[in-house]
């Protein structure tokens, strides 16, 4: 079981559309092969930082798995326009 943690800088005009997008693009995250659960969190200290925290069997679950399909090209697709800072 391995933990992948990323950090998604949002627009603060925006987190209410982009909680919105993320419940829309989740499925394509959580239908993906080794998948275990996610969590979204929004920061306390700073409310435009989320982290979200997905669990994977393995780590070639995640990479090159995920992170190579299409479904995760069409999550990020969904995001993309809510963060302040380029995603890796």
Do not use: C
């Not at 943690?5 to 997008?21: M, N, S």
């Amino acid at each position: 079981m391995i933990y992948e943690i990323a950090l998604l800088p949002v627009h603060k005009q925006q987190i209410d559309a982009f909680r919105q997008a993320f419940a829309e693009v989740a499925p394509l995250l959580s239908r993906a092969k080794g998948y275990g659960g996610h969590m979204l969190a929004q920061g306390i200290e700073n409310p435009e930082q989320f982290n979200l925290i997905v669990r994977w069997q393995t780590l070639e679950d995640h990479t090159p798995g995920f992170e190579a399909s299409e479904d995760h090209r069409l999550f990020m697709l969904g995001l993309q326009e809510y963060f302040s800072v380029s995603a890796p």
